[in-house]
């Protein structure tokens, strides 16, 4: 029901925009904080950035603060996330994840996830 996509191989410093659609009758994501994870070679799943549905409110990772930017589209049914001035340590696969509402931390607390896509950045 979700689907991550726009990764790909970048030079640091470079950009990406992220996407993560919805699709299947009835699953809207007006209703669902969305959050992006990654995970690198080698180390733990990471959350990276949230956007809740109820407000809108945005959370970021300290890693990524500054450089990326979480936004959606509900008549698209779509969350993006903007990459920019990337790093190699930002080289993972990014997947997207919802559940109703409010961001929390933790992928246990996430029901619907998506497939990765991979971001490797690299000269």
């Known amino acids: 029901q979700l689907q991550a996509s726009g990764g790909g191989l970048v030079q640091p410093g470079g950009s990406l925009r992220l996407s993560c659609a919805a699709s299947g009758s009835g699953f809207s994501l007006d209703y669902y904080a969305i959050t992006w994870f990654r995970r690198a070679p080698g180390k733990e799943r990471e959350g990276v950035s949230c956007i809740s549905s109820s407000d809108g409110s945005k959370y970021y990772g300290d890693s990524v603060k500054g450089r990326f930017t979480i936004s959606r589209d509900n008549a698209k049914n779509t969350v993006y996330l903007q990459t920019d001035s990337l790093k190699p340590e930002d080289t993972a696969i990014y997947s997207c994840?919802?559940?109703?509402?409010?961001?929390?931390?933790?992928?246990?607390?996430?029901?619907?996830w998506g497939q990765g896509t991979q971001v490797t950045v690299s000269s």
């Open positions: 994840a919802a559940r109703p509402f409010w961001c929390a931390p933790g992928g246990d607390k996430y029901a619907y």
